[in-house]
């Protein structure tokens, strides 16, 4: 939404940024033995530079493009990512380590189970909100993403770095 509303881009490769960052977890926690903090911190840290990355090489030299040749290249874009993790980690299926504990937690005597890994993504999601409006509400990029989402031109001229805001949101959509 950060990314549409701002660089008025669909991206559709960021499903496959996020895809690349699961293995980069996965592979962190699983062969190499990292607490599972370290793996999403290495996932995040990935995602951010492969998004800044792809906005870089892909998107930035198509921002007065037709809308055509950026959907072209969206799509392009996902497919590289695509078929690169299907050469570097293969099709076959892998079981991601549970770092959260088994079980579930019973609620009205019982009658009602919600698994903890649901309360755990719960809790991950409102937190993140909460970081990203007070991001955008409170920050002085924050409030430059906002005014690039309005007018891209006005904030310009407002002497705002219209390419850097955009890089910043590819950043954190990643």
Same mark, same amino acid.
């Given at each position: 939404?950060?990314?549409?509303?701002?660089?008025?881009?669909?991206?559709?490769?960021?499903?496959?940024?996020?895809?690349?960052?699961?293995?980069?977890?996965?592979?962190?926690?699983?062969?190499?033995?990292?607490?599972?903090?370290? /793996?999403?911190?290495?996932?995040?840290?990935?995602?951010?530079?492969?998004?800044?990355?792809?906005?870089?090489?892909?998107?930035?030299?198509?921002?007065?493009?037709? @809308?055509?040749?950026?959907?072209?290249?969206?799509?392009?874009?996902?497919?590289?990512?695509?078929?690169?993790?299907?050469?570097?980690?293969?099709?076959?299926?892998?079981?991601?380590?549970?770092?959260?504990?088994?079980?579930?937690?019973?609620?009205?005597? /019982?009658?009602?189970?919600?698994?903890?890994?649901?309360?755990?993504?719960?809790?991950?999601?409102?937190?993140?909100?909460?970081?990203?409006?007070?991001?955008?509400?409170?920050?002085? @990029?924050?409030?430059? @993403?906002?005014?690039?989402?309005?007018?891209?031109?006005?904030?310009?001229?407002?002497?705002?770095?219209?390419?850097?805001?955009?890089?910043?949101?590819?950043?954190?959509?990643?």
């Amino acid at each position: 939404t950060m990314v549409y509303g701002i660089a008025k881009m669909l991206n559709f490769a960021h499903g496959d940024v996020i895809m690349v960052g699961a293995y980069i977890c996965f592979y962190a926690t699983s062969r190499f033995g990292l607490p599972p903090v370290a /793996g999403v911190l290495l996932a995040m840290i990935v995602c951010t530079v492969l998004g800044m990355v792809i906005e870089r090489l892909a998107y930035k030299p198509l921002r007065a493009a037709p @809308m055509l040749a950026v959907l072209i290249t969206a799509i392009g874009v996902s497919s590289f990512l695509q078929n690169a993790a299907l050469l570097l980690w293969s099709s076959n299926p892998k079981v991601f380590p549970s770092v959260v504990p088994n079980g579930n937690l019973p609620l009205f005597g /019982g009658k009602l189970t919600i698994p903890y890994v649901t309360l755990v993504t719960i809790l991950a999601c409102v937190v993140i909100m909460l970081a990203l409006v007070w991001f955008t509400g409170k920050t002085k @990029m924050g409030k430059a @993403m906002r005014a690039c989402s309005e007018d891209k031109g006005a904030a310009q001229l407002m002497g705002i770095n219209v390419n850097g805001t955009i890089s910043l949101t590819f950043a954190i959509g990643s």
